[in-house]
T-cell receptor
Framework: GAGVSQSPRYKVAKRGQDVALRCDPISGHVSLFWYQQALGQGPEFLTYFQNEAQLDKSGLPSDRFFAERPEGSVSTLKIQRTQQEDSAVYLC???????????????FGDGTRLSIL | GENVEQHPSTLSVQEGDSAVIKCTYSDSASNYFPWYKQELGKGPQLIIDIRSNVGEKKDQRIAVTLNKTAKHFSLHITETQPEDSAVYFCAASKPTGTASKLTFGTGTRLQVTL
């Protein structure tokens, strides 16, 4: 497809379970971002990849959160031992490239709504 | 780090009127300011952006202005239509050696009434 694709759209898990969220960026986009959006709030940065390299993971809230992009395309965000406070919409965005002196527009997917019971 | 404040949190206008949403940012190094529209159950959709070397940008009914000295930027929507009803987010980012993560405002819920 032409846009960023995320799956599943909805995920319900019991507290303590592990979950994996998938992001397919726009073809050819080098940069990939994950954001977390709590209800009624703006998205908050989690982590960033340039190709397969994870260059910034400063926004990951704990070591239960792990992201990977092994072949520089599809990315997976994994949350281990989920807790109720992990309930949120997880958004993925991609852009052509970001560099030291230019910012490229980030295009978002529709997100995965995660509910932890 | 960067802090972006946005107001108002809710805005109700009549169809055909104009709507203005304002944001301020804290980091003077920020140089890229996009605006996103988010509809219920959807991801944020980029509607317009502006870079720090430009003071104003317009795209049909939408315009954005930037005041670098005061560190604030605004979204202007003219001739509002019911389909403009959504939550709007401003954001800011600054150039780094690698990532240019976005810092978002808290959003403005715009309601366009008939």
């Amino acid at each position: 497809g032409a846009g960023v694709s995320q799956s599943p759209r909805y995920k319900v898990a019991k507290r303590g379970q592990d979950v994996a969220l998938r992001c397919d960026p726009i073809s050819g986009h080098v940069s990939l971002f994950w954001y977390q959006q709590a209800l009624g709030q703006g998205p908050e940065f989690l982590t960033y990849f340039q190709n397969e390299a994870q260059l910034d993971k400063s926004g990951l809230p704990s070591d239960r959160f792990f992201a990977e992009r092994p072949e520089g395309s599809v990315s997976t965000l994994k949350i281990q031992r989920t807790q109720q406070e992990d309930s949120a919409v997880y958004l993925c965005a991609s852009s052509l490239r970001t560099g030291a002196y230019s910012n490229q527009p980030q295009h978002f997917g529709d997100g995965t709504r995660l509910s932890i019971l | 780090g960067e802090n972006v404040e946005q107001h108002p949190s809710t805005l109700s206008v009549q169809e055909g009127d104009s709507a203005v949403i304002k944001c301020t940012y804290s980091d003077s190094a920020s140089n890229y300011f996009p605006w996103y529209k988010q509809e219920l159950g959807k991801g944020p959709q980029l509607i317009i952006d502006i870079r720090s070397n430009v003071g104003e940008k317009k795209d049909q009914r939408i315009a954005v202005t930037l005041n670098k000295t005061a560190k604030h930027f605004s979204l202007h929507i003219t001739e509002t239509q019911p389909e403009d009803s959504a939550v709007y987010f401003c954001a800011a980012s600054k150039p780094t050696g690698t990532a240019s993560k976005l810092t978002f405002g808290t959003g403005t819920r715009l309601q366009v009434t008939l």
